[in-house]
């Protein structure tokens, strides 16, 4: 007598579109959080050449966007550069790759919790600038970030109760923060006293090569986050959508940056720019409006903040899930809710660890501090992913370089060149850092602090591989593919308008 066979088991659901990808691209690269703390402080370290670098910057991004949609349509995964790189480079460097996009991730939800809380700013606006005995200061990351994670867990809920409905609260945050950004930024663009300079494009203008590189790696910075679009690849009706929704967002984004800064450079002076770091776009909004106008870019920023968290937790989990089918990671990242067709186990777990993260933030008391200081380290993790996933594709394709170069191009030259151009800038910053200081201090003018950041994310990669290969024993070391991977049922959402 047969037994019964066991029921299937809950599996991602393929509900998603263009437009999806498109939310949960830009809302992942958080378009006003860049640059509400990215201007003043790319500022600090290039002076008024913001416009060069943003644009520089794009070349390498682009090519490696391209390297990402011509591997999706190759092999569609969750995991992407993950699975894309430990496919064609090795394991090693392709668990390096998953772990340093996820703990970078998971520092970016954390961070952004400090930012989601300046809510407490409305409080201050009200008259309320107490509360049971605490201070309400808006530049306090204590007490931001205590506001920020009560947020963090109604958005944990809404991303596990449906990926879908996340993107269309993604998309509605979206369009309140752009209208109010281009209405501001379009404003100071008229109304600015400083005219605009040919200098400002000009990146030979900048100080020194330690500072070129630094500012590339907060430009590159500005883009992270469009890939996020590929982490729902398994969960859109057509994979390709992941590639268009991603490319036009990346688009997108040039353009609010590239206005943005010229906006900020005519309205304010290098010195405005410096002194109000990671509040400039608040400055800028009290600068050109009254009351209540003046806190719409306010506003405007917590809602791009949400969004970004919110659409950063739904590519982390699903990393995690892919490295889980591995078994490079624990079963618990593979459960998938049976009601909600989400990895809302893993969902959880990442928002409790950047919780836990936002907390010990507290080592370092001033805000602007933190963010410089997450901003760095999350610029090297990301130049590092980036260029081991374009790599990637150069080595997978590389049978193109046979083609002619109409096919050559595109699958082997633009994306090795880019990877290339992104792995050196990192190299040579981390260099810069351990050569400015000569002593170790909790403060992002410390280079032996800021390099130690990354360096400890990428030696506990290196552990975690360890870990997976001779403890889990993993098939993905000694094959480079997963153990159910192509096997995961992905059943198509028929609700889905």
């Not at 008024?48 to 011509?70: E, H, K, N, S, T």
């Not at 590639?243 to 353009?255: E, Q």
């Not at 200081?373 to 046979?402: D, K, M, P």
């Not at 403060?443 to 360890?466: E, K, Q, R, T």
Request: charged content about 10%.
């Amino acid at each position: 007598m047969s037994s019964a066979p066991p029921p299937p088991r809950p599996a991602l659901r393929r509900s998603l579109g263009v437009v999806d990808g498109v939310a949960i691209a830009a809302s992942s690269t958080a378009a006003t959080t860049s640059i509400a703390i990215g201007m003043g402080t790319i500022a600090t370290v290039v002076g008024l050449q913001a416009p060069a670098l943003l644009l520089l910057a794009f070349l390498p991004v682009l090519g490696i966007a391209l390297a990402y949609a011509r591997l999706n349509r190759s092999e569609p995964n969750c995991g992407n550069g993950y699975t894309w790189v430990g496919r064609s480079l090795g394991p090693w460097p392709g668990f390096l790759t998953g772990w340093v996009t996820l703990v970078g991730s998971v520092i970016f939800c954390a961070y952004t919790s400090a930012i989601m809380g300046s809510v407490v700013a409305f409080a201050g606006k009200a008259g309320l600038h107490s509360l049971a005995g605490v201070a309400l200061d808006p530049t306090s990351t204590g007490v931001c970030t205590a506001v920020g994670l009560v947020i963090l867990l109604a958005l944990t809920v809404l991303a596990v109760t449906g990926v879908r409905s996340a993107t269309r609260f993604q998309f509605a945050l979206l369009v309140f923060e752009y209208a109010v950004l281009l209405g501001f930024c379009g404003w100071a663009l008229v109304t600015g006293d400083h005219a605009v300079s040919l200098s400002w494009f000009n990146p030979f203008e900048i100080s020194s090569g330690t500072a070129f590189a630094q500012g590339m790696v907060l430009a590159v910075f500005f883009f992270w986050g469009w890939d996020a679009a590929f982490s729902v690849n398994e969960e859109t009706k057509d994979p390709g959508d992941s590639a268009r929704g991603g490319l036009i967002a990346l688009f997108a984004m040039l353009g609010l940056f590239l206005f943005a800064s010229v906006a900020f450079q005519r309205e304010m002076s290098l010195a405005e720019l410096v002194r109000n770091g990671p509040q400039a776009l608040p400055y800028l909004g009290e600068k050109l409006a009254a009351e209540p106008w003046a806190t719409l870019p306010l506003i405007a920023l917590m809602f791009s903040a949400v969004a970004s968290v919110q659409a950063t937790l739904i590519p982390t989990a699903r990393g995690l899930l892919a490295m889980g089918r591995d078994r490079t990671m624990g079963p618990l990242w593979t459960r998938v809710h049976p009601r909600f067709g989400t990895p809302a186990a893993g969902t959880v777990v990442v928002m409790s660890v950047a919780a836990v993260i936002a907390v010990l933030a507290f080592a370092i008391p001033r805000l602007s501090d933190m963010l410089l200081a997450a901003v760095n380290a999350i610029g090297l993790i990301v130049a590092l992913y980036y260029g081991l996933t374009a790599l990637a594709c150069a080595v997978r394709f590389r049978a193109a370089r046979h083609e002619g170069m109409r096919e050559a191009v595109p699958a082997v030259v633009v994306p090795a060149l880019s990877g290339l151009v992104l792995l050196g800038l990192g190299g040579y910053l981390g260099y810069s850092y351990l050569t400015m200081s000569d002593h170790f201090e909790l403060s992002p003018a410390n280079g032996w602090f800021m390099f130690s950041l990354p360096a400890a994310i990428v030696l506990a990669g290196l552990g975690m591989a360890a870990v997976a290969k001779y403890v889990r024993r993993s098939p993905y070391f000694t094959t480079g593919r997963g153990t159910d991977a192509e096997a995961l049922t992905l059943p198509m959402d028929r609700t889905a308008v």
